[in-house]
Structures are given as C-alpha cells and as structure tokens.
C-alpha cells in the first residue's frame, strides 16, 4: 500500500515531457485531437498509469481540455488512474480460453483475492485486468500475460494460486534483502 | 536507404533485391528463419531466437539467422525454417530452446529430423519428409494473403519488394486511372472482411463520387472481438500487403490522407506496421510527388485502448478524432461524412490486403475463385479444442465441415464436438448435423449464422449452451457503449434471465421474455452492437432449447457447469 502512495506522490515528467516534445507535434488542433490517446498510453508506458500530473501535462502540451483527456482515459478499459499493484497479470476471457474454462478462474480470482474496484488485491501485490478480447495466443488457452510479457498457458484456479503464491515469496524474500542492507 | 525519384529507379533497386533475395537461397550457407509473431513470442519464440543464435555462433556454423512472421500454424509454434546448403528449406514445429542443441547436432550429423518436421517447402518429398503444402493443415488451403507469411522478414521492404511487393501499386499509379482501379475492385465482387460483407468496389465508388474534400481512406485494424485474430497476424507477418492495400485505395479515392486505427493492446502488429510505414517513407513509397507521379500520400497510425466498439465504423472515426468512440445514427453514411466530417472510406485490413492481387491479376480473376457471390479467400481463426490451432485461408464454398475435420483437423482427443459458435458475438451457432453447409456470405444467414470476421470457436459437450449464450451477451452487455437505451438495459436484462437460469431459479416465462426482449434490442438499438446482441443467445435456444429447459424445470446442468450443478446461491458479476 505505502508503494502505491509513493508511487502517487513521486512522478518524474521529464521523460514525458521528452517524448511529448519529440513525437507528439502536431501541425494543427484537428492533429492534436488526434494524439490525445496515444500520448495517454505513452504515460502508461511509462508510470504503469496515468498520473494526474501526466494527463495535464499532455492537456497543456496538446492544447485539449483536462476533460477532454479523462473523457477519454474512462472511455477505454486498458487506462488506468490508480496505481496499479506490484504485478500485472492480463487476464484472458476471449472465446478460446472462455472455453477452455477461463471463467473458472476468473472466478476465482473474485471470490478468493477480493480485487478492489481496479482489480488490485487488497495487499497491493497484483492488479489483475480481465481481458474481454482475444490475447492472441489460443494454443495455450486459458491464457495469462503477467507484467507485459511472461505468458502463463493452460490456467487454472490452482495454477493461479501458485502463480500468487510465487509471486509473494519473491516479494517477501525482496523484503528481507533489505533489511539485510 | 536512398529515395527513389521514379519508376526506372524502383525497377532497379527491385531487381537488386530479387537478386540479393535468390543469393540468399543459393549461397552455401545455412540459412535459419525463426518465426517471430504475437503468438509464437507467447510460445517461447524469442528465447528460441535467442538460443539459436548463441549455438550459431558458438558452433562456429556459418548462418544467416533470420525472423519471419507467422505461417499460421499456431499449434506448431515455435517453429523454425532451415535451409541447409543443398537442401530445400526444411520447416520444423515445437522448437521449444530446449529443442535447439538438439536439433543442430542433430543436422550437423545430416540427420534431418523428420520426427520434428512439419514440411519442406519443395514439389516433392525430401529424404522421408513430405512437402509442407501436403501437411493436413495447409492441404485444403488457398494461400493469397498468407503466401509470404512466414517466409519475408516483416520488417524489411526489401523482402516484400524481391517477392514482387509494390508492383500492383506501381501498375495502379502508372498504368491506370483511379476509376479503372475501382472497375477492378468493383468486377473481383470483393467484399468487406470485417463482418458485414458489403461490396468494396461500390463503397469507394460512393466516396469518390462526394465531392467534399479532403478524403479519408481508413484501415480498420481494431479486431477487438473475442473470437478472431486473423487481422494481427497479417499485420505482424506482412504489414506492406495491407499499406500496399491502402496505398491502391487512396490513389484511387484521390487523396493523400491514409489511416490505419490498430487496437492498441495489438503491440506487435502496431509496431510492424508503424516499421513498414517509416521504411515506406524513406524509399520514396509514402511521402509527397510519390515516384515523380505526382501523387502523394501520407499515413498515420492511431490507436484506442480495449474498446470493442470503437471497431463500429462511426465510432472509430471519433476515435481517431480524439473523442469516446461512441458510433452515431445514419444516414449520413462515412462515405458522405466521415472522418472530421469528410467523405470516407473505411475497410478491414484483410479486405485492402486483398487489394494488390486483384490489380495485379485483375478483378475477373479474383471474381473467378470462392463462390458465385462471395469471391476469393478468406481468412479465418478456428477456437477452442481442435486439433491444428491457427489463421487459415481458404477459398470460399469450402464446406463448414471440411473447414474443421480438413483444415484444423477435428477436435483433439478426448473431445467430442457439440457445435460451432459462428460470426463471433453477432451470430448463432451451428450444431454438428448441421456443419455441411458452404462457407459464404449468403448460405449461412438463413441457419442464423454468419462468416462474420471468420472466427469461428468449436465447443464440445463440456460446454454448456445456457452458460456459453450467457458469455456471449454478457460480452455484449460489457461492450455497450451506453448511448442508447434499449442495448444499455437491454443486454444486462438478458443476462440477468440467464443468470437467473444459470442459477436455479429460471421459469418458464423466461423463455418467452427472452424472445420479448430481444425482439427490442434488435429492431430498436442505435448500431450493430445492439442489433446483433441478443443472435447468440437466440441461436443457442433454438439449437439446445431442451439445456434451456432442463435447467428451468430439472434445475440441471448437464455439462456440470452452472451455479445450479455446484448448488450456489445466486450472485450477480461478470
Ligand atoms: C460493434 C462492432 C464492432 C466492429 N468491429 C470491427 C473490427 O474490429 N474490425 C473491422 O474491420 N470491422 C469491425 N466492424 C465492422 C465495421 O463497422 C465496418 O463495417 C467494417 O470495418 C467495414 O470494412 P469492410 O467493408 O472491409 O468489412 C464492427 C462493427 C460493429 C457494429
Ligand atoms: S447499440 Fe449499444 S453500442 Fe450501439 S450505440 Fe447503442 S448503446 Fe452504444
Ligand atoms: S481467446 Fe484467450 S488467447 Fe485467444
């Protein structure tokens, strides 16, 4: 939780403030109404959300209103205004792992890990996003992407409490590391 | 890379790279492709890539090492193509890296691994290993799209061009007139691939003819349905044929402004595209007077973030515009009013990568492969437990039968097949005696099917009919983007019935609200969305009407998978 908070407080703009400079320029407002989403996924490239500094500093720089860009951060499911937790784990529920009984897990995760209303555990360790598309991999359906790039394959409700489970050793084991220091 | 001024300075640098392209074959080296796309990097691909070069260089082999994109064979993923010197290209599947040392020991001792082998792309078998195209899976395929996939580095112009990429744009910019581009579009009777089905040619004839300008010619490249990934795949394997696709179309709309708006969690086929974009830039294929033709044309790339509906055409126009992809009533249709209020042209991806061979070998020719009114090939994606998991193509009449048993190979073992969910969350499904109808625009509508966007997911008796109708409205329920009431009530209405059935707690009225309730949400609801919601859950009762029963009057799931069968109480959630 205090790491959510940190995360909160400590936003360095500058590499936003770079990107924006270089690759977000538009010719005229119709351009700039254009670049509002993509800038937008920029910051969450960057922080993992998008901070409130991020969205008007990309409101300033583009010339939109603050409005305009939450109307849009809302409008879309992949955007985030919360910190999300240590973890990211997208969740597949598209046709193919729906029925290789991705509802199960899902399930599971709701009744056993209580998400909060942006599908953070309540310890902070893991923001789970279930996936309304397709991932695109099928052949390993149910399908998980943690933190962007780990895909764990043909999931279920226990394979995923072990997942959890890995998952907070290492940050118990982070911990201890510290302390240590 | 150099500029190029005009058509004599393309030919020349097309023949530099056909040369370099056949040196590369000839050579005595070893040459080594490793597939690398969205689902073979969720396989292991890039540590298999990774791997491979280590061993390459650590053996002292002397290699090539190449990335490729997707040949379509999911189920097969990793795989890795091997040309020995003296040998044809050999494809090998499962290449997992703990497979790699293996497999070069392996071919160091001329030992060819059949076991491991899918193919070899030769006419004829080679040392016991049959040739690729007999493989089970592309046997029954007809490859125009996917041709090169597999094969071209995605991410170099050079390989699309020494395959003959380009060269149907060059013959539109300088042998034709716009208007003998669309008589060609118009005459191949092609149509649109992203679910509708509406003839191409006569949609960019209407944008031609509104005067307003500027004109917008837009890819639709959002595939955000849950049922498909066709449209990605083409992007990750062969994004020049869908820019070459659009190129065409925007010489013959006559303007310069290109899009293509890709779903944003699409990482890899944003990242291609936008490559396949700059490379075109920096030849001279994109940019202002393209060729010295005089022509010019520019492209960008947007995207949205997990929005289903934004794929509604009007709604991912205000999409691009920067404002909630939310779609709007018509008329005016997009070809009148558009993008930023201008005439538009919108297509699917696959429906402008089948552009450049219909200008190319003329639209008579294209109109002559598929079925009388759905012409040519089309892409398709098969879920669920079936054998040879992947994106296929196939010319359209294959029967739905043989798609499934033939092309991907029945369902695995163990798996017994109850039905087909066509046409995605727009459509009903097909029951097994049903599955000997063609594939084609026209023959599956009246079964209450669909091709749709050509995702179909095969389910067998572990599913279960009520639960799986529940998955799909509640999709459609979740995607709604709220502006008009009958799909904003609506669709949770009908999921609430299902639950309620799901539950234990169905009545038999239930049935008939049902049909009630979607009568409205169809004939009343603002866009496709809402007008195609309730298909699913109206197909799945017409076809399993005795599940729906069974749940209400026996409080039984047989396939064991209601809340009923584990005696839950009700809950209400997604
Ligand atoms: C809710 C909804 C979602 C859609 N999603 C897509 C999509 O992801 N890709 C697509 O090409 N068409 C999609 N369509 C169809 C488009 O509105 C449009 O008909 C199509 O892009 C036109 O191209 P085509 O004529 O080449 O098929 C969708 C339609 C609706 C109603
Ligand atoms: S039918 Fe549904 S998705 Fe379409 S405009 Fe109405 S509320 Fe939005
Ligand atoms: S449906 Fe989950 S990866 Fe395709």
Same mark, same amino acid.
């Given at each position: 939780?205090?790491?959510?908070?940190?995360?909160?407080?400590?936003?360095?703009?500058?590499?936003?403030?770079?990107?924006?400079?270089?690759?977000?320029?538009?010719?005229?407002?119709?351009?700039?109404?254009?670049?509002?989403?993509?800038?937008?996924?920029?910051?969450?490239?960057?922080?993992?959300?998008?901070?409130?500094?991020?969205?008007?500093?990309?409101?300033?720089?583009?010339?939109?209103?603050?409005?305009?860009?939450?109307?849009?951060?809302?409008?879309?499911?992949?955007?985030?205004?919360?910190?999300?937790?240590?973890?990211?784990?997208?969740?597949?529920?598209?046709?193919?792992?729906?029925?290789?009984?991705?509802?199960?897990?899902?399930?599971?995760?709701?009744?056993?890990?209580?998400?909060?209303?942006?599908?953070?555990?309540?310890?902070?360790?893991?923001?789970?996003?279930?996936?309304?598309?397709?991932?695109?991999?099928?052949?390993?359906?149910?399908?998980?992407?943690?933190?962007?790039?780990?895909?764990?394959?043909?999931?279920?409700?226990?394979?995923?409490?072990?997942?959890?489970?890995?998952?907070?050793?290492?940050?118990?084991?982070?911990?201890?590391?510290?302390?240590?220091? | 890379?150099?500029?190029?001024?005009?058509?004599?300075?393309?030919?020349?640098?097309?023949?530099?790279?056909?040369?370099?392209?056949?040196?590369?074959?000839?050579?005595?080296?070893?040459?080594?492709?490793?597939?690398?796309?969205?689902?073979?990097?969720?396989?292991?691909?890039?540590?298999?890539?990774?791997?491979?070069?280590?061993?390459?260089?650590?053996?002292?082999?002397?290699?090539?090492?190449?990335?490729? *994109?997707?040949?379509?064979?999911?189920?097969?993923?990793?795989?890795?193509?091997?040309?020995?010197?003296?040998?044809?290209?050999?494809?090998?599947?499962?290449?997992?890296?703990?497979?790699?040392?293996?497999?070069?020991?392996?071919?160091?001792?001329?030992?060819?691994?059949?076991?491991?082998?899918?193919?070899?792309?030769?006419?004829?078998?080679?040392?016991?290993?049959?040739?690729?195209?007999?493989?089970?899976?592309?046997?029954?395929? #007809?490859?125009?799209?996917?041709?090169?996939?597999?094969?071209?580095?995605?991410?170099?112009?050079?390989?699309?061009?020494?395959?003959?990429?380009?060269?149907?744009?060059?013959?539109?910019?300088?042998?034709?007139?716009?208007?003998?581009?669309?008589?060609?579009?118009?005459?191949?009777?092609?149509?649109?691939? *992203?679910?509708?089905?509406?003839?191409? *040619?006569?949609?960019?004839?209407?944008?031609?003819?509104?005067?307003?300008?500027?004109?917008?010619?837009?890819?639709?490249?959002?595939?955000?349905?849950?049922?498909?990934?066709?449209?990605?795949?083409?992007?990750?394997?062969?994004?020049?044929?869908?820019?070459?696709?659009?190129?065409?179309?925007?010489?013959?709309?006559?303007?310069?402004? *290109?899009?293509?708006?890709?779903?944003?969690?699409?990482?890899?086929?944003?990242?291609?595209?936008?490559?396949?974009?700059?490379?075109?830039?920096?030849?001279?294929?994109?940019?202002?007077?393209?060729?010295?033709?005089?022509?010019?044309?520019?492209?960008?790339?947007?995207?949205?973030?997990?929005?289903?509906?934004?794929?509604?055409?009007?709604?991912?126009?205000?999409?691009?515009?920067?404002?909630?992809?939310?779609?709007?009533?018509?008329?005016?249709?997009?070809?009148?009013?558009?993008?930023? #209020?201008?005439?538009?042209?919108?297509?699917?991806?696959?429906?402008?990568?089948?552009?450049?061979?219909?200008?190319?070998?003329?639209?008579?020719?294209?109109?002559?492969?598929?079925?009388?009114?759905?012409?040519?090939?089309?892409?398709?994606?098969?879920?669920?437990?079936?054998?040879?998991?992947?994106?296929?193509?196939?010319?359209?009449?294959?029967?739905?039968?043989?798609?499934?048993?033939?092309?991907?190979?029945?369902?695995?073992?163990?798996?017994?097949?109850?039905?087909?969910?066509?046409?995605?969350?727009?459509?009903?499904?097909?029951?097994?005696?049903?599955?000997?109808?063609?594939?084609?625009?026209?023959?599956?509508?009246?079964?209450?099917?669909?091709?749709?966007?050509?995702?179909?997911?095969?389910?067998?008796?572990?599913?279960?009919?009520?639960?799986?109708?529940?998955?799909?409205?509640?999709?459609?329920?979740?995607?709604?983007?709220?502006?008009?009431?009958?799909?904003?009530?609506?669709?949770?209405?009908?999921?609430?019935?299902?639950?309620?059935?799901?539950?234990?707690?169905?009545?038999?009225?239930?049935?008939?609200?049902?049909?009630?309730?979607?009568?409205?949400?169809?004939?009343?609801?603002?866009?496709?969305?809402?007008?195609?919601?309730?298909?699913?859950?109206?197909?799945?009762?017409?076809?399993?009407?005795?599940?729906?029963?069974?749940?209400?009057?026996?409080?039984?799931?047989?396939?064991?998978?209601?809340?009923?069968?584990?005696?839950?109480?009700?809950?209400?959630?997604?």
């Amino acid at each position: 939780m205090e790491e959510r908070e940190t995360a909160r407080r400590e936003i360095d703009l500058q590499p936003l403030r770079r990107i924006l400079e270089e690759r977000y320029r538009p010719r005229d407002h119709q351009e700039a109404q254009e670049l509002v989403v993509g800038a937008c996924q920029e910051a969450q490239h960057l922080y993992g959300w998008v901070p409130p500094q991020a969205a008007q500093l990309i409101a300033e720089h583009l010339g939109v209103t603050i409005n305009r860009v939450y109307g849009l951060l809302t409008f879309y499911a992949d955007f985030r205004t919360e910190p999300p937790g240590e973890h990211f784990l997208w969740l597949c529920h598209g046709a193919a792992c729906y029925i290789a009984g991705s509802q199960k897990v899902v399930d599971a995760l709701r009744t056993e890990y209580r998400l909060g209303e942006d599908g953070t555990t309540s310890d902070g360790l893991l923001t789970v996003h279930v996936f309304d598309g397709c991932l695109g991999a099928c052949d390993l359906a149910p399908v998980a992407q943690l933190d962007h790039h780990e895909y764990i394959g043909q999931l279920d409700a226990n394979r995923l409490r072990e997942l959890v489970e890995e998952l907070r050793a290492c940050r118990r084991v982070g911990s201890n590391d510290e302390t240590i220091e | 890379m150099k500029r190029l001024s005009d058509r004599a300075a393309f030919e020349q640098y097309a023949a530099e790279a056909r040369a370099r392209w056949e040196r590369l074959w000839s050579e005595d080296q070893w040459v080594i492709s490793v597939g690398i796309s969205g689902c073979s990097i969720a396989k292991g691909a890039l540590e298999t890539y990774r791997n491979l070069s280590l061993h390459l260089s650590e053996g002292h082999i002397p290699a090539v090492l190449r990335q490729v *994109g997707c040949g379509g064979w999911c189920f097969a993923e990793p795989f890795v193509e091997v040309k020995l010197p003296g040998h044809p290209p050999i494809v090998y599947g499962w290449m997992t890296t703990d497979r790699v040392p293996e497999l070069l020991d392996a071919l160091r001792r001329g030992d060819l691994r059949p076991d491991w082998a899918l193919g070899v792309r030769a006419a004829g078998a080679w040392h016991g290993i049959p040739p690729l195209t007999e493989h089970p899976f592309l046997r029954r395929q #007809r490859r125009l799209l996917l041709e090169h996939a597999g094969i071209i580095d995605p991410e170099s112009i050079e390989d699309f061009i020494a395959i003959g990429g380009y060269r149907a744009f060059l013959k539109a910019l300088f042998e034709m007139t716009p208007e003998e581009v669309i008589a060609e579009v118009k005459a191949s009777n092609l149509r649109g691939r *992203g679910g509708a089905g509406f003839p191409t *040619g006569i949609k960019w004839e209407s944008g031609r003819r509104t005067p307003a300008r500027p004109k917008y010619v837009v890819v639709n490249s959002h595939e955000g349905e849950p049922n498909v990934f066709k449209d990605r795949r083409l992007l990750e394997s062969n994004p020049h044929l869908v820019l070459e696709g659009l190129l065409i179309g925007c010489y013959a709309l006559e303007t310069p402004c *290109g899009y293509n708006y890709i779903g944003g969690e699409h990482a890899l086929a944003l990242q291609r595209f936008q490559r396949a974009v700059e490379q075109a830039y920096e030849l001279g294929l994109l940019g202002d007077d393209i060729l010295g033709s005089g022509f010019s044309c520019h492209v960008r790339i947007r995207t949205g973030g997990g929005a289903y509906i934004c794929g509604e055409g009007s709604a991912l126009m205000y999409a691009i515009m920067g404002q909630r992809g939310q779609p709007r009533t018509k008329p005016p249709r997009s070809v009148e009013e558009g993008l930023w #209020r201008r005439p538009t042209v919108l297509n699917n991806t696959e429906t402008f990568a089948s552009i450049p061979a219909i200008i190319q070998n003329g639209g008579s020719w294209y109109a002559s492969l598929g079925t009388k009114e759905s012409t040519g090939t089309k892409l398709v994606t098969m879920q669920g437990p079936v054998k040879y998991l992947g994106v296929a193509e196939i010319e359209f009449g294959l029967s739905m039968r043989e798609l499934i048993f033939d092309v991907f190979g029945g369902l695995r073992e163990g798996y017994r097949l109850k039905g087909i969910q066509t046409g995605g969350v727009s459509a009903g499904p097909l029951r097994e005696d049903e599955l000997d109808v063609p594939i084609d625009f026209e023959a599956l509508t009246p079964l209450g099917a669909m091709v749709g966007s050509g995702g179909f997911v095969a389910f067998d008796e572990s599913v279960c009919a009520v639960d799986f109708a529940r998955y799909l409205v509640a999709f459609s329920r979740y995607e709604s983007c709220g502006k008009c009431t009958p799909c904003r009530l609506g669709t949770p209405a009908l999921v609430e019935i299902l639950d309620r059935i799901r539950h234990g707690f169905g009545r038999p009225e239930d049935l008939d609200i049902i049909q009630y309730a979607s009568k409205h949400i169809i004939e009343l609801s603002l866009c496709g969305l809402g007008q195609v919601a309730p298909m699913p859950l109206l197909g799945m009762l017409e076809r399993f009407r005795d599940e729906f029963i069974e749940h209400i009057t026996e409080r039984r799931c047989r396939a064991g998978v209601c809340p009923i069968a584990a005696g839950e109480p009700l809950s209400v959630g997604r």
